[in-house]
């Protein structure tokens, strides 16, 4: 069974930096598709990043280019997401999550096979 366990999430001032890893299981992640997803209070889940399987091919949401970066190591089983100038309006639950064959959509949520647990980001201002 596939699992997706995120980490790195917390508390940080506006302008600062945090970096997001998700560590998955299995022999299968270099064949995985990888998103990261955030949801906010009172919102629905948006799209943030997404990578295709070797990391050649990046994607990201309007609100957070040029302050994200997404990577992965497939050596390592591992995606990160790494946010700088971070803004009081990043504040959310952000989840990690694998397409297990590229859908032909990065962003729809529903495309995504398999989901992490979640870990709070929090901007303070």
């Known amino acids: 069974q596939v699992q997706l366990v995120e980490s790195g999430g917390g508390l940080v001032q506006a302008g600062g930096s945090l970096r997001l890893s998700c560590a998955v299981s299995?022999?299968?992640?270099?064949?995985?598709?990888m998103g990261w997803f955030r949801q906010a209070p009172g919102k629905e889940r948006e799209f943030v990043a997404a990578?295709?399987?070797?990391?050649?091919?990046?994607y990201y949401a309007d609100s957070v280019k040029g302050r994200f970066t997404i990577s992965r190591d497939n050596a390592k089983n591992t995606m990160d997401l790494q946010m700088n100038s971070l803004k009081p309006e990043d504040t959310a639950v952000y989840y990690c999550?694998?397409?297990?064959?590229?859908?032909?959509?990065?962003?729809?949520?529903?495309?995504?096979?398999?989901w992490g647990q979640g870990t709070q980001v929090t901007v303070s201002s």
């Open positions: 299995g022999r299968t992640f270099s064949r995985y598709f």
């Open positions: 990578t295709n399987w070797n990391g050649g091919n990046t």
């Open positions: 999550a694998a397409q297990r064959g590229y859908s032909g959509s990065y962003s729809d949520r529903a495309r995504y096979d398999l």
